[in-house]
């Protein structure tokens, strides 16, 4: 059943927006994503309800796109129908309780990797870093973007959430790649964003045991950034919010250095996909299998995702 949007609604097929003078102007994209945005927090938040898998299939990467163009186009205002506000805070979280995202579509994978499709592979992934690298460099606004996540954080999803400047997690939230456990690697950004945070041997240890790390294992490793009570990850980011409220300005800019600095060029993350790509079509009949449990995993979500 459809979300019911009480504020604000954006078609983004018309672009119509009918405001309500709440302190939430809501969008509708898809149902697979909606946003809203606080005049109080000046946060833009955009949660996720993919189906039928909570993985980043073509249509979501596709709604998200779409959403960062409206981020781009509303030069960092918010028509809230009285005022316009200015975004401060980009927010990404799941609507779905329990997993934040699971990553890559998986099925889609197999069945490319059988079809021996090497363009699809490539189309795919250049999907997936457009939608990262927008959200990694601000989407080119004097904003904080922050990850909460709440749930199971895995492959793709994982690596949505390194894109942000902050995560927070709530205690309960797990996070991983799984990928080498079926003879891949994960390939839309995960090594350019842990070698940044945390160097070399770190990312490639996160990355290469298949491990699945608690939220407070990740925090101690430099992963994330704040852990919350479960129930309280919303609460935690608007408390991030008011602490920085008097330095936000100089936060946001010592962002933009760090990614300066550290950066990590849309180029990296295009030649990774090629890499990716090669690596996906050389996986045998076994590998293969192997991603099948995940889907089916994926399909069923009364356990969490993790091969033994």
């Given at each position: ?171 309960s939230a797990r ?63 608007n408390t991030l ?68």
């Amino acid at each position: 059943m459809e979300m019911q949007v009480p504020a604000a609604v954006l078609d983004v097929h018309h672009a119509v927006v009918r405001p309500v003078f709440h302190d939430d102007t809501e969008f509708r994209f898809s149902p697979q994503l909606h946003a809203s945005f606080n005049r109080q927090t000046r946060a833009l938040w955009s949660r996720w309800t993919a189906a039928p898998r909570p993985c980043f299939n073509p249509g979501l990467l596709s709604d998200i796109r779409a959403y960062y163009n409206f981020i781009a186009g509303s030069e960092g205002q918010i028509d809230c129908g009285d005022a316009y506000e200015p975004i401060e805070y980009v927010i990404l979280a799941s609507g779905m309780p329990g997993v934040f995202n699971l990553g890559g579509d998986l099925g889609l994978f197999r069945e490319k990797i059988d079809r021996r499709d090497r363009a699809a592979l490539t189309a795919y992934g250049n999907a997936c870093i457009d939608v990262l690298y927008r959200n990694y460099i601000g989407h080119g606004l004097p904003v904080t973007t922050v990850s909460l996540v709440q749930g199971e954080c895995l492959g793709g999803g994982f690596e949505a959430a390194l894109s942000s400047d902050v995560i927070i997690a709530e205690k309960s939230a797990r996070f991983g790649f799984p990928e080498v456990l079926f003879n891949l690697f994960p390939g839309m950004g995960a090594y350019s964003f842990l070698d940044r945070k945390v160097g070399q041997r770190t990312a490639e240890a996160i990355i290469s045991s298949g491990k699945i790390y608690s939220a407070e294992e990740m925090r101690d490793l430099g992963v994330i950034d704040v852990v919350a009570e479960d129930g309280e990850g919303e609460a935690a980011v608007n408390t991030l919010i008011k602490q920085r409220s008097r330095s936000r300005n100089g936060l946001a800019a010592l962002a933009a250095v760090r990614r300066r600095v550290h950066q990590i060029s849309y180029e990296e993350l295009q030649d990774i996909i090629g890499v990716w790509v090669e690596a996906a079509l050389r996986l045998t009949t076994r590998d293969l299998k192997l991603m099948q449990r995940l889907v089916s995993r994926q399909n069923g979500l009364q356990e969490p995702v993790v091969v033994h």
